[in-house]
């Protein structure tokens, strides 16, 4: 089996520099066999890359510990569930994965676009290509999942920590986003290439542009809610340098699906649309290279390798080629179009873009600084929540206000008149908020307050284009409210789909400014009786029970809690020991949490040393609206798919609009 993975990803391996080669021979020629011979060479890939996954899933499920991969990450005891996870659990499996669905992505792109942008298609194979030659490589030279060795009769078994549900999605969703954003870069690159910097390309990718940030945010939150749940810190996002790696792309790939619709209404930005997809792939390749390098400590990310400079090589090579590319077809990329006035739509928009870009450099920046400066003079400097709490604060209250802003200007011009009236009812409910919450005693955190009160402006913004659409369309077609706002919806798309996704995201900040702002905290030592209070909650320890499973030691407190006099039941808190091999095992903690449904707050208790003597020391938190994060996710998750959903009007309006009949590619 370990031969039949090792000749799948050396497949792979040749296919991909097939695709990459013949690919480009093929395009400067315009030898149109060669082209589909480089195209299906590509979709071959998937096939093989498959081929070596389903080699490695096997392994695992079979617990064959003559893989050195199985081995070090799985275990006899370890759940059917939790060994398919643990095929991604190490780096060179985390490897297979990312290429496997990069193969998977870039397949599926030139298959899709076999007849459309067909001019475009045969630059974007090899670039395609070239991307899969560098993790196939990677995966034949340098680490390989397929080293064997003699079986030991028990594998190592998985991190505890990765022993938990969201584990199995969150790795998988944050590589569809991570690799996803090849696909419009690559599209982006065979435009520049190809000489046609037209809106095409743009229209191309738009879907698989949304797939990745869709994946890519969900990927997060599943991340955040894993963290939350398991890592036992009490909180959400640590601004840990692998987070941050994931959120810069997340940020860059959220201002090129603004801007491009810039490009799209008015020929605008085009320069900058390919600069920000650049920078979005980059951004991505520099977050593997944080996770597999070893160079930042980090719960996500692997020990020290030889890997590391390969990837730094990778990223210089990416960032070397866009930048030529860019540099080369400047005079393509030029428009005449000028923005018309700074109160306009365009200029919300480009707004956005800034405060987008200036917050990912700056995160950017946090996380690089340390790595050079230890690189560079020797010494180890922490850069620390503070910092990215402060320009989070200075760049995304703005961006905050900007969602409702942008809605409701008007395209070109805007005169201050229609402003004043557009923008008086969620002004006013925006006012109103701020002054009962500042009654209410949120004026304890300034950050917070504002970011309720601007959260409230969005809501009424948002609320006031969905009444107005709403209304206009019953007064066409004589419909019902819940109809008329279905059809509404159903017509356009992209656009309602866009303003429930900015739902989700005031949800996701109103949910962020309670649980950060607003929270309580207390801890100290206690023993069978005793009890802490906070907010109101009393948390009484009752004792200690210990469970023996097949492979670990489940150690739980027992908590009575009550809240103002009332018994709200019961809560349990400890910590699980794993037994693997080796001669300690590996504890992980098991918080209690408890939910008000009602309110959306969390009481939450993370269990610190249990003593001899049967005494624990706790941490007890209350999370005010920390449940309004994952309410945010599904609501994001709605409003992307209503955006991405098939709208046969709109394609055949952007075949009148682009017509992608003809071909350059020509002779054998």
């Excluded at 510990?65 to 990450?73: C, L, P, R």
């Excluded at 491009?260 to 320069?271: A, C, T, W």
């Excluded at 020991?577 to 449904?597: K, L, M």
Aim: charged content about 15%.
């Amino acid at each position: 089996m370990a031969e039949l993975g090792r000749a799948a990803l050396l497949v792979t391996l040749g296919l991909c520099l097939y695709a990459c080669v013949v690919g480009s021979v093929a395009a400067l020629t315009r030898r149109r066999r060669l082209a589909l011979s480089a195209r299906n060479a590509l979709i071959a890939a998937f096939a093989s890359t498959a081929v070596a996954a389903g080699v490695l899933a096997a392994g695992f499920l079979r617990s064959d510990f003559s893989f050195v991969y199985v081995a070090e990450h799985s275990s006899r005891s370890l759940a059917g569930l939790y060994k398919l996870s643990a095929v991604w659990g190490g780096q060179e499996g985390s490897l297979l994965l990312w290429l496997l669905i990069l193969t998977g992505y870039a397949a599926l792109a030139v298959w899709v676009n076999r007849n459309r942008t067909r001019d475009l298609v045969v630059w974007v194979t090899p670039v395609l290509g070239g991307i899969a030659v560098g993790f196939s490589f990677l995966l034949v030279v340098v680490a390989t999942p397929f080293a064997t060795q003699v079986a030991p009769a028990d594998g190592s078994g998985l991190n505890p920590s990765l022993q938990n549900p969201y584990m199995t999605a969150h790795p998988p969703f944050l590589y569809l986003g991570y690799v996803g954003l090849a696909v419009p870069f690559a599209f982006a690159m065979g435009a520049l290439l190809s000489g046609r910097t037209d809106e095409r390309w743009i229209v191309a990718t738009r879907r698989w542009t949304l797939i990745a940030w869709t994946a890519l945010g969900i990927g997060q939150l599943l991340g955040s809610h894993w963290a939350y749940v398991e890592v036992g810190w009490g909180g959400f996002y640590a601004w840990d340098p692998v987070e941050n790696a994931a959120l810069m792309p997340f940020l860059a790939a959220t201002a090129f699906l603004h801007s491009v619709m810039i490009q799209e209404k008015r020929g605008m930005l085009k320069v900058w649309n390919v600069v920000l997809v650049s920078l979005a792939f980059c951004l991505s390749i520099f977050g593997t290279f944080l996770t597999r390098s070893g160079v930042v400590n980090s719960i996500h990310s692997f020990a020290q390798s030889d890997i590391g400079a390969w990837f730094l090589a990778f990223i210089v090579i990416a960032v070397v080629f866009s930048t030529v590319m860019i540099i080369w077809r400047l005079p393509l990329l030029r428009t005449t179009t000028r923005l018309e006035s700074l109160v306009s739509r365009e200029a919300v928009f480009l707004y956005n873009n800034l405060l987008l870009v200036a917050l990912c450099l700056t995160i950017l920046w946090g996380v690089a600084w340390p790595i050079l400066s230890e690189a560079v003079r020797g010494d180890s400097v922490v850069v620390g929540r503070p910092y990215f709490d402060f320009f989070l604060r200075i760049f995304g209250l703005p961006l905050l206000l900007l969602m409702g802003v942008g809605p409701l200007i008007a395209w070109r011009r805007a005169s201050l008149r229609g402003l004043g009236r557009t923008f008086f009812w969620p002004a006013a409910v925006a006012v109103v908020t701020g002054v009962v919450l500042l009654l209410l005693g949120a004026g304890s955190s300034v950050p917070g307050l504002i970011a309720y009160t601007f959260s409230a402006f969005v809501l009424a913004a948002i609320g006031l284009e969905f009444v107005r659409g709403t209304r206009a369309r019953r007064a066409l077609s004589h419909e019902s409210w819940p109809v008329a706002l279905g059809s509404l919806v159903g017509r356009n798309r992209r656009r309602y789909g866009g303003y429930t996704v900015h739902v989700a995201i005031v949800l996701f900040a109103i949910g962020v400014a309670g649980a950060s702002a607003y929270d309580s905290v207390v801890e100290g030592r206690l023993t069978k009786g005793e009890a802490l209070t906070v907010s109101g909650y009393t948390v009484r320890y009752q004792g200690l029970t210990e469970t023996q499973t097949d492979h670990a030691t489940e150690v739980r407190a027992l908590l009575r809690v009550s809240r103002n006099g009332k018994d709200l039941g019961g809560l349990e808190a400890g910590k699980n020991a794993y037994r693997i091999a080796g001669p300690d095992p590996q504890v992980s903690s098991e918080v209690g949490i408890r939910t008000n449904y009602l309110t959306g707050e969390d009481l939450f208790v993370i269990p610190g040393t249990v003593y001899e003597d049967g005494s624990v020391y706790f941490r007890i938190f209350v999370k005010p609206l920390v449940n309004l994060l994952w309410l945010a996710g599904i609501v994001f998750l709605f409003g992307s798919i209503i955006a991405l959903w098939p709208d046969a009007r709109e394609q055949r309006r952007l075949a009148v609009r682009y017509d992608e009949a003809g071909s350059p590619v020509r002779g054998r």
